[in-house]
């Protein structure tokens, strides 16, 4: 079908002979993260199990530091002392200097339901987002909507914070957004997607320790960043280029600030 006007075209065609727009390949089709690993991840969802991944790892580390700390936590449940070590979000901290924890928190989960949770949702979101967005779109919408959740997150609540559901709830907002933009190809998705952010607004009456204000900020700049990116179209032209770039910068900051954390650490752990 072609991508603009969804009218059914051949796969040679370059060129839709209905609404004359330049048919490129899918947008799942332009990342090249399927040809690694030997193929062992899929391509619509290559950045979704990479991301993924390394939530785990982090689970599993902080769940064995957990173990062996004296604060009373364990596998199944972190404890804060851990969390805090490992870049929860805490607002004194961020406000001394630590800004790195707005990025390091969206990678941490709290107990083995939470990231189980957490996963099943974004197994289903990211892989969705991937296909619509691209792999460079949906890395710079995951990263962007989980730093404005914990910044939110930061004016507005005290609290130690960690999960990655501000970024999950930023790839509802984005998926909102698209089906605004593109109410031809994605507009029969709005209902459905208002009706998962609904549902989020049912948390803030539950009896249980949910960061809300990052829920907010992250669908907030889900939905910002996803409407002004709108859907790949050609690989070739600048625009994709500054994407690719953009989500690059993503991946630098994070790392960096994991390696922020990890010194830290290190320097408090003598």
Same mark, same amino acid.
């Given at each position: 079908?072609?991508?603009?006007?969804?009218?059914?075209?051949?796969? @040679?065609?370059?060129?839709?002979?209905?609404?004359? $727009?330049?048919?490129?390949?899918?947008?799942?089709?332009?990342?090249?993260?399927?040809?690694?690993?030997?193929?062992? =991840?899929?391509?619509?969802?290559? %950045?979704?199990?990479?991301?993924?991944?390394?939530?785990?790892?982090?689970?599993? #580390?902080?769940?064995?530091?957990?173990?062996?700390?004296?604060?009373?936590?364990?596998?199944?449940?972190?404890?804060?002392?851990?969390?805090?070590?490992?870049?929860? @979000?805490?607002?004194?901290? =961020?406000?001394?200097?630590?800004?790195?924890?707005?990025?390091?928190?969206?990678?941490?989960?709290?107990?083995?339901?939470?990231?189980?949770?957490?996963?099943?949702?974004?197994?289903?979101?990211?892989?969705?987002?991937?296909?619509?967005?691209? /792999?460079?779109?949906?890395?710079?919408?995951?990263?962007?909507?989980?730093?404005?959740?914990?910044?939110?997150?930061?004016?507005?609540?005290?609290?130690?914070?960690?999960?990655?559901?501000?970024?999950? %709830?930023?790839? =509802?907002?984005?998926? &909102? #957004? &698209?089906?605004? @933009?593109?109410?031809?190809?994605? /507009?029969?998705?709005?209902?459905?997607?208002?009706?998962? #952010?609904?549902?989020?607004?049912? +948390? &803030?009456?539950?009896?249980?320790?949910?960061?809300?204000?990052?829920?907010?900020? /992250?669908?907030?700049?889900?939905?910002?960043?996803? +409407?002004?990116?709108?859907?790949?179209?050609?690989? $070739?032209?600048?625009?994709?280029?500054?994407?690719? %770039?953009?989500?690059?910068?993503?991946?630098?900051?994070?790392?960096?600030? %994991?390696?922020?954390?990890?010194?830290?650490?290190?320097?408090?752990?003598?």
């Amino acid at each position: 079908m072609c991508p603009h006007c969804r009218a059914f075209i051949t796969s @040679k065609d370059k060129v839709c002979p209905y609404c004359n $727009e330049t048919v490129g390949p899918r947008a799942v089709e332009r990342g090249d993260g399927g040809t690694l690993l030997g193929g062992l =991840i899929p391509q619509a969802r290559f %950045f979704t199990m990479i991301i993924l991944v390394i939530n785990f790892g982090l689970y599993a #580390a902080t769940a064995i530091r957990s173990m062996q700390g004296q604060s009373g936590g364990g596998a199944m449940n972190i404890d804060p002392r851990t969390l805090f070590d490992f870049g929860a @979000k805490y607002p004194p901290a =961020i406000a001394g200097g630590q800004w790195w924890r707005l990025v390091t928190a969206g990678f941490l989960h709290g107990g083995l339901v939470h990231i189980l949770m957490n996963s099943w949702s974004f197994l289903t979101l990211g892989a969705m987002v991937e296909e619509v967005f691209g /792999g460079s779109r949906m890395l710079v919408i995951y990263f962007c909507s989980s730093v404005c959740g914990f910044y939110f997150s930061y004016l507005f609540s005290p609290a130690l914070s960690i999960g990655a559901s501000a970024a999950i %709830f930023g790839l =509802i907002g984005a998926m &909102i #957004a &698209i089906s605004i @933009k593109e109410p031809r190809r994605f /507009g029969h998705m709005r209902r459905t997607f208002i009706g998962w #952010a609904m549902f989020g607004v049912v +948390y &803030i009456f539950l009896p249980m320790r949910i960061d809300n204000y990052a829920h907010f900020g /992250g669908i907030l700049a889900g939905f910002g960043v996803a +409407y002004l990116a709108g859907t790949p179209r050609l690989v $070739e032209s600048r625009t994709e280029k500054l994407w690719q %770039f953009c989500s690059w910068a993503c991946i630098a900051i994070t790392a960096v600030s %994991f390696l922020n954390m990890y010194l830290w650490f290190s320097r408090t752990a003598q």
